[in-house]
């Protein structure tokens, strides 16, 4: 049987979802005690981060249609790297309402990432904007632990002779459970979530003309940067195996 879950494959997948793109500016006017820039990222790591549409509005040529929808595709990014952790990388092949019970978690979860924005600083005629963070990991030791723990059982209750005769609506229960039983674990324990070392770094404006922004990279970079999702397991005794 193939297996349902593999274990910590990656940090985050890359994806084809972007959260807080550098948008056309909507704060004119030069930056002359680098409050603009601050404003303007700190406004794009909200409104994508904590849900707050009014400042991402406030800096970027959005309307709240737009603005919720970068959000709505944030929240979307993080839980499609969640479930590609525990082996799920198409999540439109999952039921919807497991789907749905992932996203109410990580609105929680992303809403509790930690960043500062400093005032903007200029260096070589370019401007740059230092952000702090302190990344925040939901995948403890012990959540770790939890759930190898539960793998291990959900494979001896779901063995190859079990699910052999199953139809599509048993394995569909079947991948809700085990899903499900594994946001359980990260509900569980994330009130004792960990947050690494706070890291510092260096966000270049790119100025063309009257408008500015931030390369698209930078953004994975960042959004990569406020979740720790988890590393390569390579000690996961784990195998795939094909039925």
């Not at 990344?135 to 002779?161: H, L, R």
Request: charged share 35%; hydrophobic share 35%; net charge negative.
């Amino acid at each position: 049987m193939k297996k349902l879950a593999t274990m910590f494959i990656s940090m985050i997948l890359v994806l084809s979802l972007l959260c807080a793109c550098g948008l056309t500016d909507k704060l004119n006017g030069t930056d002359t005690d680098g409050k603009k820039y601050q404003k303007y990222v700190k406004g794009l790591m909200d409104g994508s981060y904590k849900g707050d549409t009014n400042a991402y509005m406030s800096v970027c040529d959005a309307d709240k249609t737009a603005a919720q929808k970068n959000y709505d595709d944030c929240m979307l990014y993080y839980v499609r790297s969640i479930l590609y952790t525990f082996g799920f990388d198409d999540y439109t092949v999952l039921p919807t309402e497991v789907v749905d019970k992932y996203t109410e978690f990580t609105k929680k979860a992303v809403n509790e990432v930690k960043y500062t924005v400093d005032k903007g600083t200029k260096k070589d005629k370019k401007w740059y904007v230092t952000i702090h963070v302190s990344p925040m990991n939901i995948f403890t030791d012990k959540v770790v632990e939890e759930v190898k723990d539960y793998y291990t059982k959900f494979g001896e209750e779901y063995t190859e002779e079990k699910i052999a005769d199953f139809s599509e609506d048993d394995y569909n229960e079947m991948v809700s459970t085990y899903l499900e039983a594994l946001l359980d674990i990260l509900k569980d324990n994330f009130d004792d979530r960990e947050y690494e070392e706070e890291v510092e770094k260096d966000i270049e404006i790119v100025i063309d003309g009257k408008t500015y922004g931030v390369e698209e990279e930078k953004w994975y970079e960042i959004d990569n940067l406020v979740m720790a999702l988890g590393e390569a397991d390579e000690s996961s005794d784990a195998e795939e195996s094909d039925n």
